[in-house]
């Protein structure tokens, strides 16, 4: 048996891996990172709008802090988050942006003076200050009070992945690229690594590691129409969930972001409606202000999803032979504004739909787009249950989104959760107790199963194809786990995917290669992906409310008295055909925002018992501190300094609040 | 009327695809073209046409598709001749027959694949392609407000930070032909981009280092058809124009 012996192992070459990995090299330790595809391919790249933090340069965010974007995040989740974590977040997001921009990302910059844009189809001049000319400029996003988002043109993801994927290579960050995680190696306590297959040669290999960590992004592939790359399986997710200790958390909230193209279901940014952008139905019509007259285009991507297809459904789709889609219309923000601030999505529409989005009117339609769940773990990004085993990212329920995640909170969680979770690791390869002994004896029999997985698969005779069988599953997902959510679609739904599962035993494969092989590869994440599809479909059949991304139109409120709650999906065994299902309550009474309205979208929902008597206590503490700094106040409702590492606890400037008067 | 109108053009043609096949893990089978048929679906990509044939025809084709959106630079393959990204390669665009093969000069992995990742990790090893800061000086402290950046440069900056590495400048350049060492247009590219960037302590002695001669700037014949096949139209031209010529000065300088 080949074995590799390393650190830290960190299987996912996108923004998160990469940012884990220099965060341990930093600090001394070894670490290499797994990749399906170079780094600098990873599915971050597709961030086109930005990243969030609140650094309030823009006269459209004055004002802004962490308060603000944490109040934000919250309540985009719907009160799913953990508000500790969400805390973690907003502290530490300008200092990404920052460290970012000392790499030498171009962010864009603020011109001081007097621009023209466009708010709610009105042309409104802004003036810029003077004292903000250069520093990193702020754009609109939706469920955001302040201009908030962190830009790079509409190519923020791709100038982030590659600056980092850079200074990974800087700091001797190893890449094993082409090369796929198929099992953990653990024992039930503790995680010692993985079983990795090349998928050039097909070899396999023990990677040994003091500390793994997950950060292979979504699961968008499990739907037909997502904007995810087609390398976004969730076999991260699929890992952890099938060593049949560690759970993965929530994987009933998937994000439709508003527009995907029409049919294809690549996605045009946010930042179009940031921007001015507007949705038109089949007679031209505005229609949002109708639905959302306070958020209008810009409510959360939950709530914009469903009031489209809302709309779609009562009769005022554009058709066409691929079914119904609406307009997005960026035409009134002029040539100059588009050819400059989203080439991206001029170029998408010209090579992919033939038109300029100058002059017409681009055909969307809501497209699966984020995975709120992950596997899940605590503030250091550990799990509880699988010591050694950490994950970040969209592989990871931390859990800063909850049940919908803000636009711009993604590529914002990729570089914060790795500035993060990468120095707790670090502690933890510090530690003398967590050199842990080599297992070898355990790594050869990881190794033997997954071989002998691999073999049972490429002697298989039976009659399904894995390549049917995915898209049969695809169809059933979109179909019956999608949008609008129903008790007997989603009953439907889960046989359809036990049977699929069952019929995954008669998988065979033409060709018998173990090389490169790209029909053994679907058919070895086959088996994975339908038990990550039945933890979604089933986890939403369980959850009789609606909570951000997941509506039930059988049961439409929110209900916090039942459901305020984090649910937890385990794999029970190889031979099982369903999740077993645990729940993790949140306490309000330890929450800083206790729940309430979001602000947008139907206001509707059951309160939590305790509701009220936390409103009341957070009341009296913010009465009792009246005129006291808001930090003082903000400790005082909700202490979460001291779970960040040491290195990332410092205040953060703005022009508004130089850093020797925050305390 | 005119007869012409009674003409019923099928509505989808029929393409007929010649690919490369090739598997360096079994030589002994040679390299050869195979044929695939399939209909033309409206709004057709060569991403979408190739997933076609896989799950219909032959699901042993090899290939590679990330983003399918333009985005990532993954399959980036000869296409009747000439590099270009596939995904967003509408078959309407294309005569009935589409001749596929893999991009050369990259190492072969199987088909249509070819591992640009490493020799791309190998250019940015070599040119550095990292922001460097002078020795000793300290990390920027996180906290404070960031420095500052006129608007226009860090749009240039981000201009030539739109590479995707996919290496169509590399296969479809001469030089790269002849010279396996050759750093190709996207590590011009790369040097352009830090050289441009104020917070690069790097100077032009530092840069001549780098790309200062066969194997860079001075192994360019000028054909620019690195800049012709560019999926993201960077001005190389411009460039590498001007990269030879601050290269030459200093050569000339280090030579007297």
């Known amino acids: 048996m080949k074995t590799v012996m390393t650190d830290v192992l960190v299987i996912g070459g996108g923004l998160a891996g990469l940012r884990v990995a220099i965060a341990a090299r930093k600090r001394g330790h070894d670490a290499i990172v797994l990749s399906l595809v170079p780094p600098k391919r990873s599915h971050s790249a597709a961030a086109q709008g930005g990243m969030q933090a609140s650094l309030a340069n823009v006269t459209k965010g004055i004002g802004d802090n962490e308060d603000i974007h944490f109040e934000d995040t919250v309540r985009g989740s719907d009160w799913g988050a953990d508000q500790i974590v969400a805390r973690m977040f907003v502290n530490t997001a300008p200092k990404a942006v920052r460290e970012l921009a000392a790499w030498g990302i171009p962010w864009s910059r603020v011109r001081g003076g007097d621009r023209e844009v466009i708010i709610n189809e009105q042309k409104v001049m802004l003036t810029e200050r003077a004292e903000a000319h250069g520093l990193v400029a702020q754009r609109d996003f939706g469920g955001t009070k302040k201009w908030r988002t962190c830009y790079v043109s509409d190519g923020t993801g791709h100038a982030m992945l590659f600056t980092v994927s850079d200074q990974a290579i800087h700091h001797g960050v190893t890449v094993h690229e082409r090369t796929e995680a198929l099992a953990l190696i653990h024992d039930g306590e503790r995680c010692y690594g993985a079983v990795v297959r090349d998928l050039i040669t097909g070899e396999l290999t023990a990677y040994l590691a003091k500390a793994t960590a997950i950060t292979t992004g979504g699961a968008g592939r499990l739907y037909r129409v997502t904007t995810n790359a087609v390398i976004c399986e969730g076999m991260g997710h699929a890992l952890a969930l099938e060593t049949g200790v560690a759970p993965v958390g929530n994987m009933e909230a998937v994000q439709f972001h508003p527009t995907g193209i029409f049919p294809a279901g690549i996605l045009v940014t946010e930042g179009c409606r940031g921007d001015g952008g507007l949705l038109r139905d089949v007679n031209g019509e505005r229609f949002m202000p109708h639905y959302e007259p306070e958020k209008k285009e810009l409510a959360s991507r939950d709530v914009v999803s469903r009031r489209m297809e809302e709309h779609i459904r009562s009769g005022n789709g554009v058709p066409s032979r691929f079914g119904s889609h609406l307009w997005l219309d960026i035409t009134l923000l002029g040539r100059h504004h588009i050819e400059h601030n989203l080439r991206e999505v001029k170029e998408i529409c010209q090579y992919f739909l033939g038109i300029d989005p100058c002059d017409k009117w681009i055909p969307v339609r809501p497209a699966q787009h984020y995975t709120m769940g992950g596997v899940r773990t605590d503030h250091t990004g550990q799990s509880p249950w699988l010591k050694g085993l950490f994950a970040a990212g969209e592989a990871a329920c931390w859990d800063m989104h909850g049940f919908n995640r803000l636009g711009g909170n993604s590529v914002a969680e990729t570089v914060v959760a790795g500035m993060i979770v990468g120095e707790f690791i670090a502690d933890f390869c510090d530690k003398p107790e967590n050199a842990a002994p080599v297992p070898l004896t355990l790594a050869h029999e990881f190794v033997k199963r997954e071989e002998a997985k691999l073999a049972a698969i490429l002697e298989n005779n039976g009659n399904e194809s894995p390549i049917r069988l995915q898209m049969e599953m695809q169809e059933a997902m979109t179909s019956h786990v999608g949008i609008f959510r129903q008790g007997d679609a989603l009953q439907t739904g889960v046989e359809t995917l036990q049977n699929l599962l069952k019929r995954s035993a008669s998988m065979a494969v033409s060709s018998k290669s173990r090389g490169a092989n790209p029909e053994l590869v679907a058919a070895y994440r086959m088996r994975r992906m339908l038990k990550l599809a039945l933890a979604i479909a089933q986890g939403a059949y369980l959850r009789t409310e609606s909570r951000g991304a997941h509506f039930r139109e059988d049961f439409p409120q929110r209900n916090d008295e039942q459901w305020l709650k984090r649910t937890l999906a385990f794999w029970p065994g190889e031979d099982a055909d369903m999740p077993r299902f645990e729940y993790e309550a949140l306490d309000v009474m330890k929450m800083e925002l206790p729940p309430g309205w979001r602000g947008y979208g139907a206001k509707n929902y059951i309160n939590h018992p305790d509701t009220e008597r936390r409103e009341q206590e957070v009341n009296a503490i913010r009465a009792k501190m009246e005129g006291q700094s808001r930090f003082a106040v903000q400790e005082a409702l909700m202490p979460y300094t001291h779970n960040l590492p040491a290195s990332l606890t410092g205040r953060n400037e703005r022009i508004d609040e130089p850093l020797e008067t925050l305390k | ?256």
């Open chain 2, 1 to 256: 009327m005119s007869g012409n109108n009674n003409i019923t053009r099928p509505q989808h043609r029929q393409l007929r695809f010649q690919v490369l096949r090739y598997d360096p893990a079994t030589p002994a089978v040679p390299p050869r073209m195979q044929a695939y048929q399939i209909e033309e679906a409206d709004g057709m990509t060569l991403f979408i046409a190739l997933n076609e044939i896989r799950e219909h025809l032959d699901p042993t084709l090899q290939f590679d598709f990330v983003c399918r959106a333009g985005i990532c630079g993954s399959c980036a393959m000869m296409i009747n001749g000439r590099p270009r990204l596939a995904c967003r390669t509408l078959v309407r665009d294309l005569p009935d027959e589409i001749t596929l093969a893999p991009l050369p000069f990259f190492e072969l992995i199987k088909d249509l694949s070819v591992n640009t990742g490493k020799w791309m990790r190998g250019m940015s090893e070599r040119l550095q392609t990292w922001l460097h800061t002078q020795e000793g000086a300290p990390e920027a402290d996180i906290r404070r407000i960031e420095e500052r950046m006129e608007p226009e440069l860090a749009e240039q900056i981000y201009e030539l930070d739109r590479c995707l590495e996919c290496g169509c400048c590399v296969a479809a350049c001469g030089t790269a032909q002849m010279r396996e060492d050759f750093v190709g247009a996207v590590g011009f590219g790369k040097v352009a981009r830090f050289r441009l960037d104020p917070r690069d302590s790097r100077t032009d002695e530092d840069f001549y280092e780098l790309i200062g001669d066969d194997t860079g700037v001075f192994g360019c014949m000028s054909l620019l058809a690195c800049h012709d096949v560019c999926p993201k139209s960077l001005p190389l031209q411009t460039q590498i124009a001007f990269l030879r010529r601050k290269m030459a000065v200093m050569g000339l300088k280090g030579a007297s």
